[in-house]
Every structure is written in structure tokens, then in C-alpha cells.
């Protein structure tokens, strides 16, 4: 699993969730090179789960001048996991509400239980570029040779599946925006073939099918479920049910 975080530098600088605890000190290091000698303005909180919010302290005792930005049941988790002393510069995400940067203005989009109830997405208009949080994630490396599909069907299944409908409702809204590339806080960023990774979405999000077939999962200690299984296989070709596997 890789987790994302993503600055953007402009008149204002801003930084894009923090990362898992286990990563605190080559995050900070990767972020203090990239800003080379800046200090960030924001930090835009989109999830609160705590492997993007584990370093939210570490980056606020590192900056301590910057403004959070997130929702208010954002601020809500915040408070409870960190205490309510630690954001003392706040600004409250509101749904559509836009931050100027510079050349890039942030327009936020609430996107409840995909896959926590304080969820928001950020599209970028300048570079048009959607910041997804957990949407678009996949389990597996950067490496943009390895298969996105299996794995991002793996991770959408177990972590957002049951929130289909709310899903549906996130790629609604995200129709009526131009995006050239989308950022997910998981898995590599896409910039190519988006309309393939959206299709896939709508797929899942809408508990249809893929292709046609059936699945028949078992176990068998002594072989005879797997007997019963392929009798059963064997039913399903009869009846013209295509491809049982």
C-alpha cells in the first residue's frame, strides 16, 4: 500500500493530506525538499481515516503557521483524535466552496461515505485535476506497469463496496468537471485512458457486472465439495449459463 499526499505550490502553497504514522519522518523530509525553504499556507484535509490524518500534529508542530482546511466533521475528528488545542487556525470546507492559491483556485466537493462520513474531493480547475481521497485508490505500488485494474477492484470492494450509492453520487458530480488527471490518496496518480477508470467505477459503484459468468467459491478437504461443485458446473453449461469458472 502507498500512501499520497500532494503539495502544490503557487502564490499561496498548499499541502494535500498528511500519510500513515509509520512514514512520519520520510514524509516530512520528502516535503521539506520539495518546498525548498517555502513554508506551506494550507492543509486541505479531505480524510480523516487515520492513515492520511495520522501526521496532522506532526505537520502542524513542524508549520504551525499554516491554515487547516477541511469539513466540519472533519474538525469534529480532529478535535477528538488530537484534542482541541491543536488546530488553532481553521477554515471550514464548505460543499462547492472554492481557496485561491495563485493561478490555482480549489473547489471542494463533499463526498459522504466514500468511504467516511466527513469525506471531501478537490478539483483543481488550472490543472484540472481531481484530488479523489480514497476514490480511484488501489492496493499495490506506484509502479504504473503493474495492472490497475485487479487490484483497484480489490480495493473498492473492501473498502467503499457497500457504499455503492454514494459512489454514484460522487461520479455525478464529478461529470460536470473537466479533469485531465485524478490524484487518489492510494496507487498511482491517472493521467491516461480516465474514461476506462471511470467506466469501472460506474460498474462497481452500480453492483453491475463486468462480464458474464458465475463464480462458484469452495473449499474442499477430501474432494468431494469439489465434486458436487463441478457436477454443479457441469448443470450450468447445460442450461447455457456462460463462462462458469
Not at 467506466?199 to 469439489?226: C, D, F, N, P
Request: aromatic content about 12%; glycine content about 6%.
Amino acid at each position: 500500500m502507498c500512501y499520497n499526499s500532494y503539495l502544490i505550490l503557487d502564490e499561496k502553497v498548499a499541502v494535500m493530506d498528511t500519510v500513515d504514522q509509520h512514514f512520519t519522518h520520510e514524509w516530512l523530509d520528502n516535503l521539506e525538499n520539495a518546498l525548498s525553504g517555502r513554508k506551506p499556507d494550507y492543509l486541505i484535509v479531505q480524510h480523516m481515516e487515520p492513515d492520511h490524518s495520522a501526521n496532522i500534529d506532526s505537520f502542524l508542530k513542524t508549520y504551525p503557521q499554516a491554515t487547516v482546511v477541511a469539513t466540519a466533521k472533519a474538525f469534529a475528528m480532529m478535535d477528538n483524535f488530537f484534542g482541541p488545542d491543536l488546530v488553532k487556525k481553521r477554515q471550514v470546507a464548505e460543499n462547492g466552496g472554492t481557496l485561491a492559491l495563485g493561478r490555482h483556485t480549489l473547489t471542494f466537493v463533499f463526498a459522504p461515505m466514500v468511504h467516511w462520513p466527513e469525506v471531501m474531493v478537490t478539483y483543481d480547475s488550472a490543472d484540472k485535476v481531481l484530488f479523489s481521497a480514497d476514490a480511484f485508490g488501489k492496493f499495490g505500488a506506484l509502479d504504473r506497469s503493474e495492472p490497475w485494474d485487479d487490484e483497484a477492484r480489490r480495493y473498492y470492494i473492501g473498502i467503499v463496496g457497500k457504499y455503492g450509492a454514494q459512489a454514484m453520487n460522487l461520479l455525478k458530480k464529478a461529470a460536470g468537471l473537466d479533469i485531465a488527471t485524478i490524484c487518489p490518496l492510494h496507487g498511482p496518480v491517472l493521467d491516461k485512458d480516465l474514461g476506462h477508470y471511470i467506466k469501472l467505477y460506474q460498474t462497481w459503484a452500480s453492483y453491475s457486472m463486468e462480464t458474464e459468468g458465475i463464480v462458484i467459491a469452495y473449499t474442499s478437504v477430501y474432494g468431494h465439495t469439489r465434486k458436487a461443485v463441478e457436477l454443479l458446473a457441469d448443470k450450468l453449461r447445460q442450461g447455457g449459463c456462460p463462462a462458469p469458472r
